[in-house]
């Protein structure tokens, strides 16, 4: 599985995201903690809401870098 892998400081709410496969973009409306998802070490998955213009906000889940 490909992921980008994002910090914290970089995920703020209503920062722009870009999916690279999905083909859609918009701004962060929330971001929600999804600890039953594992990517690895040092990371967390979170649920991120994005207003991409149409009449519904698209999901996506994400990877969180969160140690060094």
């Known amino acids: 599985m490909a992921y980008k892998l994002y910090t914290i400081r970089s995920l703020p709410v209503r920062k ?10 918009g701004e962060i409306v929330s971001a929600e903690a999804r600890p039953e998802i594992w990517y690895g070490e040092k990371t967390e998955a979170y649920l991120i809401e ?6 519904r906000n698209k999901f996506a889940t ?3 870098k969160v140690g060094e």
């Not at 722009?16 to 973009?25: C, G, I, T």
């Not at 994005?50 to 009449?55: E, K, R, T, W, Y």
Request: charged content about 15%; cysteine-free; glycine content about 10%.
């Open 62 to 64: 994400i990877a969180v």
């Open 50 to 55: 994005i207003n991409a213009g149409g009449l």
């Open 16 to 25: 722009n995201y870009r999916s690279r496969n999905r083909h859609f973009s």
